[in-house]
DNA sequence: CTGTTAGCGCCTTCAA
DNA sequence: TTGAAGGCGCTAACAG
């Protein structure tokens, strides 16, 4: 910077000035330190600025896994808004692992982000709270924290599961059965919770099994309950990889879906239009919440601790029909369910 | 760090050298000052350091997509090899946009990261060069750029193309079309001389079409070639999204696979093995190339510039055969296509 | 083994 | 409208 105010003539802080647009300076003066940052192809330090400012210039984003396509999305959208804004993302991924989403948030707490957008893993253990992260802002999202003062981007996960089971029951089934991984995990409970609530109302009795982590697992708590006295005529997933455990447990043992099993499942993805059957399942707004939590989180960071805190968003889903529930559509269905739906997410 | 340092009554300097183990320091100096940190609950600040020193412990990683799954994993290989040496990542998508990338690596630059690995956005129009990054080590992997004294990690595209085809040859098929994005990209044209030189080596007559980028485009194309005198009896993708399109309109025509039309892609993705049929293709080592090209660009960062430059590594691929090659096997074969390969990558 | 001095590149403050 | 001084938090280089 020196070199660009000799070069001009200048002192370094009129190179300054023109850099930032701080203070006025004369169109001619202005014209001639331009001239010699171009010359020198000058480009500031982010990193002395961030260090002699308050403002880095930088969020940090953690989410469970990178790979996850759910998650992919969230991120893209946030670092889409973040760009718009001017701003990098410090990416990590704490393998859902509440001593490494820990450790990282504090890494980047000591690279002092403005803020902190955050999927939290298992939320049981999360170890994040307002009081680790000071005058930081943080938005939680898909996940809340355990601290009710951070707010939180999320979506209709209990009515979208009471949705698709009650559409379930609409096709004439009585004995339904869920298939999760673990209720520690918010999102899958509260679909749970949705679930249940959904039966509860038709009075039928639940089933569930929770453990669709592997093939095996799934395949086996499949065998038995098929294997009971009145067996399931209808399964339910908890997510995606639920979903692909389950159907493929039941491709595998010849079950012809739906006629003599129907399956639903939450969370879309790209090729569940192109299974044989096509399935149908509730869709998640992915990039819509990585938005919605991004443009939170700079609410927050451009325009200082907002008054209410713990604000909590709650983003509607789509009920998206194909075949695998039992309808005769040619093409996909997509039915929004609004807020005002028949439970609360 | 002033607090601390006067809490345990020693000199700045040597808090800075007991948080680095820099220099020796007594064990009974070093415990008190440990206390005075924990007390203070003192944190270094890394944006302070990075600026001091000439290093800022992190790496830029610039993708075209965060939601393409194969991107996506390698960007989770990355940040996993970032994370186990202690480096923050800065992430960024292209959007497959030349100048997108262009200005994200000029703000990583200005950002002081030690290091950039980066998926190029169309290869052809990448202004990526090794002048633009000065001294900070570079390697980009997925696809080349265009300087070919930067280091880049490739898979063997051309090789395994070769192969599948070759597999479809051996299927008995004669009339072979390739279906593709655009042969701009670095990846597809590989995979279509893959495909030309095995059709060439039994004398067959090549058939493509690119612009498989929309599902209306590739129905289309594919009427138009069923139509034909002598129309192809086996079908050949680039990549995953013109498997998806090529796939759904086979399906949609109700065309029988393999028995009417064998089908194989390249790229593997999470649900290929769930389709009806399960998916033919060939499978890249998505991870290990993020595994890599960060090592590589760790070795760059912390050996200072190695002797050798221009560096270009080459990763196996898998021949993974499922069912709608034509093949009759009850599970998934994987076949190791290792580098002494029929076609070289 | 430990402390002092100095300066990284920038911007806030104050004076001209 | 412009410039000079000073310091952000840290550490290299040197002195003790």
Redesign the interface.
């Known amino acids: 910077m020196g070199d660009v105010a000799r070069l001009a003539h200048v002192g370094t802080m009129t190179v300054s000035r023109v850099l930032n647009g701080t203070a006025r300076v004369s169109a001619e003066t202005a014209q001639r330190v331009q001239t010699a940052i171009d010359q020198l192809r000058y480009?500031?330090?982010?990193?002395?600025r961030?260090?002699r400012g308050q403002r880095?210039r930088?969020i940090g984003?953690i989410i469970p896994?990178?790979?996850?396509?759910f998650f992919?999305?969230c991120?893209?959208a946030v670092?889409?808004v973040a760009?718009e804004r001017g701003y990098?993302?410090?990416?990590?991924?704490s393998d859902e692992d509440a001593d490494?989403e820990y450790i990282?948030a504090?890494?980047?707490?000591?690279?002092?982000v403005d803020g902190i957008a955050v999927i939290p893993a298992r939320s049981r253990h999360s170890r994040l709270t307002k009081a680790l992260f000071g005058k930081t802002p943080v938005v939680a999202f898909d996940r809340p924290v355990s601290d009710p003062a951070i707010d939180v981007v999320l979506v209709q996960n209990t009515a979208g599961s009471y949705s698709i089971v009650e559409h379930l029951i609409e096709h004439g089934h009585r004995r339904i059965a869920f298939m999760g991984l673990s209720r520690r995990l918010f999102t899958i409970n509260a679909r749970f919770i949705g679930y249940r609530n959904a039966l509860q109302k038709a009075g039928l009795q639940e089933s569930s099994f929770f453990g669709c982590d592997s093939q095996q697992d799934t395949l086996r708590a499949i065998q038995e309950k098929l294997s009971e006295s009145s067996p399931p005529t209808a399964f339910v997933t908890s997510n995606t990889l639920a979903t692909?455990h389950v159907?493929?447990s039941l491709?595998g043992l010849g079950i012809k879906i739906p006629s003599e099993i129907a399956f639903v499942g939450f969370d879309d993805?790209?090729?569940a239009?192109?299974?044989?059957p096509p399935l149908t399942v509730i869709r998640q707004p992915a990039?819509e919440m990585g938005r919605t939590a991004a443009s939170l989180l700079f609410e927050r960071i451009e325009r200082g601790e907002l008054p209410k805190t713990g604000n909590r968003i709650v983003l509607s889903v789509e009920m998206v029909l194909r075949r695998s529930c039992g309808c005769k559509h040619r093409t996909d269905v997509v039915i929004p369910l609004s807020k005002g739906s028949a439970a609360v997410a």
């Open positions: 480009r500031p330090n982010e990193l002395a961030a260090f880095s930088t984003l896994y990178l790979y996850d396509p992919a999305n991120a893209h670092t889409t760009r990098s993302v410090i990416i990590t991924a490494t990282e504090e890494r980047m707490l000591q690279r002092h692909l159907f493929s491709l993805f790209e090729l239009a192109l299974t044989a990039q």
